[in-house]
């Protein structure tokens, strides 16, 4: 998968290129090249599989986004149980349900079980681990302040 921005000036950038730049150089955001297709019957599987929490669904989604050619699939499955598995509960994502004011249960989605307590646990976690991937690979060190 290549990324281009949006403002039209960069184009053909890898993820790992895209990742660590940031902003394109013409100020724009990177997007993919192309937005992958989920029919309903794959997110269909993906809701009801047995086997399939959040870090399956995970892999599945970077997979669409980040070519095998880029990260392995033993790199991913490194990449996504690293940053999952300090989460202060058995699945990543805790679910709740309630009753509403008018008696109708509604489901709770808790995304606060990560280790600072915020929903950014879930998605920058994963984004530390690729980078410290990549960098790992090219015998290089950055200090990222965030």
């Known amino acids: 998968m290549l990324y ?3 403002r039209g000036g960069v184009s053909g950038l890898s ?3 895209a990742l660590f730049s940031g902003y394109a150089t013409d100020g724009g955001l990177l997007i993919p090249a192309r937005i992958p297709f989920l029919s ?3 997110l269909e599987e993906w809701r009801t ?3 399939f929490c959040y870090k399956e669904i ?4 970077v997979r669409l986004f980040v070519s095998e050619s880029e990260i392995s699939g033993d790199e991913l499955d490194l990449c ?3 940053p999952y598995s300090t989460f202060g509960i058995g699945e ?8 509403n004011a008018t008696g109708n249960v509604v489901n709770i989605v808790e995304l606060f079980h990560g280790p600072t307590g915020s929903f950014k646990d879930l998605s920058l976690s994963l984004i530390g681990q690729l980078m410290n991937l990549f ?3 090219r015998k290089k060190h950055i200090i990222l302040l965030v």
């Open 80 to 82: 996504v149980g690293k």
């Open 40 to 42: 309903k019957d794959i």
């Open 4 to 6: 281009s921005s949006t």
């Open 135 to 137: 960098l790992e690979k």
């Open 92 to 99: 990543t994502i805790g679910f709740r349900q309630i009753k």
């Open 15 to 17: 993820f790992e290129e």
């Open 58 to 61: 995970v892999k599945r989604v």
């Open 49 to 51: 599989h047995p086997k």
